[in-house]
């Protein structure tokens, strides 16, 4: 039986051999792009993941980009900044795998974080589309229903229940069913736990008991990347506020720890 190496002539075979070190050679990028976003490195996944330049290192530098954004940032402007080239990420990645999920929920996030600091109501219905998609493809993906329940509590916290029902649609009723089938199917992410609980007492610090209860445990849940263990973090802290019997305090603690709240 003739081997796959010996089937290649003479043109092939070198061809063969430089893309095995090409591959060789963007390895350790990718792998730096990795544990940089796992440790929470967020500006240096940021320069390796684009380094890197495959799918995968373009979510991450994008992803770490909304990081920095939405946790790190004071300035709008900065902000926009980033989430404008955190999209020019997941374009570049879409534009290489139309179909990856992962790219096609990011930049739908970028487009919400967009709405958000610009207020923008076109762009949060353009966010919402973009969601109900991939949750109409993927129904067994919780991210994308955790990331619609995010949608509809955000949506009201931004702009109060009457404007958002009437101009966006977006359901309180809705946040709890999607934050919950999210939990249903993934019940071990901190990051669901956290956005929910935060969510809840946004809305209303009434909600403090629902809060703590879905925060129940988030200590002993393991984080898989740095974001998780981000929120992860947020979630204890917001579990002791809530721990002190008082509301009103766990609220503001809800709203601190909340995307962009470093902006004026």
């Known amino acids: 039986m003739t081997n796959a190496l010996s089937r290649c002539g003479p043109t092939t075979a070198p061809a063969t051999l430089l893309l095995a070190l090409l591959v060789a050679l963007a390895a350790p990028a990718q ?12 500006a240096a ?30 300035e709008k402007a900065q902000a ?24 096609q929920l990011q930049k739908a996030v970028a487009i919400g974080y967009r709405a958000q600091l610009t207020r923008g109501i076109g762009l949060a219905k353009e966010t919402r589309r973009r969601f109900e998609a991939v949750r109409a493809a993927h129904p ?6 955790a ?18 029902g009437t101009a966006l649609g977006a359901k309180k009723s809705e946040m709890e069913r999607c934050y ?10 901190p990051s669901t736990r956290t956005f929910f609980a935060i969510a809840l007492l946004d809305l209303d610090a009434d909600n403090a008991a629902r809060a703590a209860a879905v925060l129940k445990g988030i200590e002993t849940l393991p984080a898989g990347d740095g974001f998780e263990a981000l929120q992860k973090r947020f979630g204890i802290e917001l579990a002791a506020a809530l721990a002190k019997g008082d509301a009103r305090a766990a609220q ?3 709203r601190k720890l909340k995307a962009f709240s470093r902006i004026a």
Do not use: C, M
């Open 252 to 254: 503001a603690t809800a």
């Open 80 to 103: 926009l900044a980033l989430v404008a080239e955190a999209e020019a990420d997941f374009d570049a990645a879409l534009a290489r795998a139309p179909g990856n999920v992962e790219a």
């Open 140 to 145: 067994d993906n919780s991210l994308a229903w």
């Open 31 to 42: 792998a730096a792009a990795v544990d940089d976003f796992r440790a929470g490195n967020w």
């Open 45 to 74: 996944a940021a320069r390796s993941g684009r380094t890197e330049n495959d799918v995968a290192g373009l979510i991450l530098a994008g992803r770490a980009r909304l990081a920095i954004a939405g946790y790190q940032t004071a």
């Open 180 to 189: 919950a089938q999210a939990l249903k199917l993934a019940p071990g992410l």
């Open 147 to 164: 990331a619609l329940g995010g949608w509809h509590g955000g949506s009201i916290a931004t702009v109060g229940s009457f404007l958002a």
